[in-house]
């Protein structure tokens, strides 16, 4: 997997929230090159646990998805003499 990246519009936004973050819960005033330094660290190092957890998630709807339409095809299958 590549690792995480970002247009400089998401940057300017991640950044500006992580900014706030800090400034608000954190009481410290973080400026745009540390928050951005910050946001690769976390992109670079967990970028590919959040990643997989999305995978993982996808895989989970897509499965309940599939299920949903093969009981779709079951309940417009045709009566026969023929049993599965």
Do not use: C, H, W
Not at 46 to 61: E, H, S, T, V
């Amino acid at each position: 997997m590549a690792i995480v990246e970002f247009s400089s519009d998401e940057k300017k936004v991640i950044v500006g929230r992580i900014q706030t973050y800090f400034r608000e819960e954190l009481k410290q005033e973080l400026g745009g090159f540390d928050a951005e330094f910050l946001l690769d660290f976390f992109a670079e190092e967990m970028g590919a646990y959040f990643y997989n957890r999305a995978l993982y998630d996808a895989q989970a709807i897509l499965e309940r998805r599939l299920e949903d339409f093969g009981e779709a095809v079951f309940e417009l299958e045709k009566p026969t003499d023929f049993r599965r």
